[in-house]
C-alpha cells in the first residue's frame, strides 16, 4: 500500500526557517486550513528511522534508562537524549513495517510527532499547535472520527492532542531548567565509550554526560538542594542508564 502525504514534503511555502529534529514542515492548525483532516490512529515510526538519538524529557528518565543510555548532546546548550542507533543514520528500534520495538520505552518526542507547540513570534508568550502536514500520518477526508476539526471547532481527538503538547512543553522547561543548574555547577562534559562487538572496536564519541566526580564534589548545601528537588534521581538514572551502552546495537532488527 502506497503512503500518501497530505502536504508534500517539496512545499517550499511553508518551510519556516529553521526545524526540529524529524520534521519537514511546521503549520499553525486551523479549521480554515485544515478543516478538511483526519490523524490516522495507528502510529507509524518511519519518519525516525534515520535518526540514532531522540531528544528526552528529564520526566521520561526513569522509564528511559531500562532501554538506552541516556546522555546529552555536545555543544553550549546540551540536550537530553535517548541513544537509539550505534551507527548515524540508524534507529534500531524502528521495525521494518515502521512499528516500534515491542516492549521498548517510546520517547515523548515521538509520541507527539507529527505534532509541537511553536511560539507566535520571537517577542509573543503564546505558543500555536501546529503539525509536520507532511507526515503520512495525515489523510485528507479521512474518517469522521479522526478529523481534527468539526464545526469550525477543535475535535476531542485535537483537544487531546493540545493537551498533552502542553504537557510536554512543561516537561521541557524543567528540563531545561535542570540542565542550567547542572551547567552552572560545571556537571556536564564530553565523554566517549568504546564498544567491542565480534572483534571490531567502535568508538562512540560526541555527546556528553554528568560527571559522578565533579557530582560528588559539589557542596552539602547544594547536593541538600538536589536531593530535595529529586534532581539526584534524575542525574542518577542518567548515570545508570550508561549501564545500556555494554548491549548498545544489539538485536537490532
Known sequence: MVKRRAVSRDDKEIQPSSLPLLYQTLVPLSPEGQGNLSFIEQRDFDFARTANAIPLTADEFPMALRHFPIVFSSGPSPTPLALVGMQKGRNDFVNPDGSWRDGVYVPAYLRRYPFAMVRESDTAERNLLCADLSSVMFSVNG???RMMFAD???????????EFCNRYEVALHRTRLMVQEAQKQELIGPSTVSLTRDGKTTKVE???????????GL?????ADFARRGVLNIFAAHQM???NFSTFGEAAP
Request: glycine share 6%; net charge negative.
Open 143 to 145: 474518517p469522521t472520527e
Open 206 to 216: 560526541g555527546f556528553s554526560v554528568v560527571s559522578e566526580e565533579r557530582l560528588r
Open 219 to 223: 557542596s552539602d548545601t547544594v547536593l
Open 241 to 243: 542508564s550508561l549501564t
Open 152 to 162: 469550525d471547532a477543535p475535535t476531542a481527538l485535537l483537544e487531546g492532542v493540545l
